[in-house]
């Protein structure tokens, strides 16, 4: 079992810069890779980027590729997302997401663990 929290949420003006956390615990004996998403208000939840457990492998959605960074700290078992240049279309909740395995994909329905979710709001 894995369990997920994010942070970092929170208001920030168009144009700047945001970094959200993820921690896993639990027994993360096996591989896994780490991803986030986000659902817009009234929108279907999408895949904003993703990271291998090796973090030799990254996918990134062409809506942030350039502006979002994804990285693991293997010291503190956590994944962040580094937002920069950040527009009011980001506006979501952002979800972080743990697939069992040695792959990095893309779909939602890969992922088996699921934090609880953290709003991000980009104001004009």
């Known amino acids: 079992q894995v369990q997920l929290v994010e942070s970092g949420g929170g208001l920030v003006q168009a144009g700047g810069s945001l970094r959200l956390s993820c921690a896993a615990s639990?027994?993360?004996?096996?591989?896994?890779?780490l991803g986030w998403f986000r659902q817009p208000p009234g929108k279907e939840r999408e895949f904003v980027a993703t990271?291998?457990?090796?973090?030799?492998?990254?996918s990134y959605a062409d809506s942030v590729k350039g502006r979002f960074t994804i990285s693991r700290d293997y010291a503190k078992n956590t994944v962040s997302l580094q937002m920069t240049s950040l527009k009011p279309e980001d506006t979501a909740v952002y979800y972080c997401?743990?697939?069992?395995?040695?792959?990095?994909?893309?779909?939602?329905?890969?992922?088996?663990?699921w934090g609880q979710g953290t709003q991000v709001t980009v104001s004009s």
């Open positions: 639990g027994r993360t004996w096996s591989s896994y890779a």
């Open positions: 990271v291998s457990w090796s973090g030799g492998g990254k």
């Open positions: 997401a743990a697939h069992v395995g040695s792959s990095w994909p893309r779909s939602e329905y890969e992922y088996e663990y």
